[in-house]
């Protein structure tokens, strides 16, 4: 991943991670995947970015977040995804959450909170849990409605059809 970015930092710094990550969640819904889009951040630099692929690659396991996850690792030759963030388009599920925890990552960004199925916080609360080795914090509801649009038509298109 080549594009430069700067550390996040502000709310202005986390829309323009989202809207990246929103770009990735279109892509996905334009290959019939659910519209999820997932961007990692690292010292100024965006060290994976990548959508579901799931349907494409027949993987239950190619959620956008671990796509990302393995590209960031790849790009720091490290599984210690310190001093990042991870910009999502919805709150990721119990295994992309368990992911990140695994990954150290501390900071993740999302847009659409998910109460029938989000791993991080609200189905099950993987970020702090207290049996587990690392702490995630979070912030929701970057351009949430943008988010939650996108995953919307994706799914009245699916009803249609």
């Known amino acids: 991943m080549s594009d430069v970015a700067q550390e996040p ?25 659910v519209p999820v889009g997932a961007v ?3 010292q100024h630099r965006i060290i994976g970015k990548a959508h579901n692929q799931v349907e494409r ?15 960031a690792a790849s790009a720091l030759a490290d ?11 919805k709150e990721p599920c ?16 999302w847009g659409m909170t998910d109460p029938l199925r989000g791993g991080s ?11 587990l080795n690392h702490r995630v914090d979070h912030i929701a509801g970057v351009l949430e409605q ?11 298109g699916r009803r249609a059809t």
């Open 40 to 42: 990692i951040v690292h």
């Open 9 to 33: 930092s502000s709310t202005a710094d986390h829309e323009r991670y989202m809207r990246l990550a929103l770009k990735e969640a279109a892509i996905a819904a334009a290959e019939e995947e």
């Open 79 to 89: 599984w210690r995804l310190t001093d990042t963030v991870l910009y999502v388009t």
């Open 146 to 156: 943008e988010c939650k649009e996108l995953v919307q038509e994706f799914f009245k």
């Open 121 to 131: 916080v609200s189905l099950f609360n993987t970020f702090q849990n207290p049996n």
């Open 57 to 71: 690659l027949k993987d239950p396991t190619a959620h956008a977040e671990m796509i990302a996850i393995t590209q």
């Open 94 to 109: 119990p295994m992309c959450a368990g992911a990140i925890v695994a990954a150290r990552v501390p900071l993740v960004v």
